[in-house]
């Protein structure tokens, strides 16, 4: 009886832990390639069924990380390759004539005039100096936080609505009005039996300074993890939900959400009012 509840707990630790299903969201998209903690299944933090943070993983200014790389990864350096030439149309304006080759005139006598193309050539592209001044907003950097947790003391799933996960954030100071998404990145949740679902995911946004768009809702039946939206300020602490629906039970979970850390930071991260009803999260 111990050696098969050794195996179940392994296998719940390969597929929870270690992430070796691969499920992320139900999106039909590949999950994003950010950088990931390996956890071993000895590893004693597995053991217990404490709530586990790590927060603001992956790009760095000072030493950079895989995600930088990734982004980095396929995209051409200024110089490699040539771009394409710019070409156009010439034209010019010459008389309208009549079947008998005599120029055509409208009522005042002014003679009719029409486009005439001459012919197709290659522009000489702009200078930076002559390129408009106006310079495109930045680029998100994106981050990422990760929870997980696993509970085997009960040799069975813990099924739960609600309430799953919070986040908190901090606006940055100087962070421009507009729609910022909270991703979910990437799922990878195991029951007792270690099957791996892979939910329905529907991420959420902090608007700064702006309403946030109208989310969809959970389809009936699915099993779907919802990042609540909400508005903030900047220099404000905002905290964001992760809702669960549709919940078929499941003793250990790795949940990945993505932000743009140019924008905001993860503060802290707790168990939801809905999750520790059900199960004794430390």
Do not use: H
Request: hydrophobic share 35%.
């Amino acid at each position: 009886m111990r050696m098969k509840y050794m195996k179940k707990v392994i296998a719940v630790c390969l597929v929870a832990a270690m992430g070796v299903a691969a499920f992320g969201c139900n999106r039909g998209e590949k999950q994003d390639e950010l950088p990931r903690e390996t956890i071993s299944p000895t590893d004693p933090r597995l053991t217990s069924n404490g709530l586990q943070f790590t927060y603001n993983i992956g790009v760095d200014e000072e030493d950079g990380t895989e995600a930088a790389e990734d982004a980095t990864e396929g995209k051409e350096t200024p110089g490699q390759a040539t771009e394409p030439p710019i070409y156009e149309e010439v034209t010019e304006m010459v008389p309208v004539t009549d079947a008998s080759g005599q120029e055509v005139t409208d009522a005042a006598g002014v003679v009719e005039t029409q486009a005439q193309f001459v012919e197709t050539r290659e522009v000489q592209r702009p200078t930076e100096a002559e390129k408009p001044t106006d310079a495109p907003s930045a680029e998100p950097v994106y981050q990422m936080s990760r929870v997980y947790w696993m509970d085997m003391s009960q040799t069975a799933d813990f099924e739960f609505n609600g309430e799953f996960i919070t986040y908190t954030f901090k606006i940055k100071e100087d962070a421009p009005d507009g729609l910022y998404p909270i991703e979910i990145a990437y799922t990878d949740v195991a029951d007792w039996d270690a099957i791996s679902y892979a939910p329905t995911c529907i991420d959420g946004e902090i608007g700064v300074n702006t309403k946030p768009s109208e989310q969809a809702d959970p389809a009936d039946g699915d099993f779907t993890f919802k990042v609540d939206s909400t508005q903030a300020k900047p220099g404000e602490e905002v905290t964001v939900s992760i809702e669960l629906a549709n919940n078929p039970g499941f003793c250990a979970f790795i949940v990945d959400i993505k932000y743009d850390s140019s924008i905001m930071t993860v503060v802290s991260g707790d168990s939801g009012k809905d999750f520790p009803a059900t199960v004794n999260v430390k």
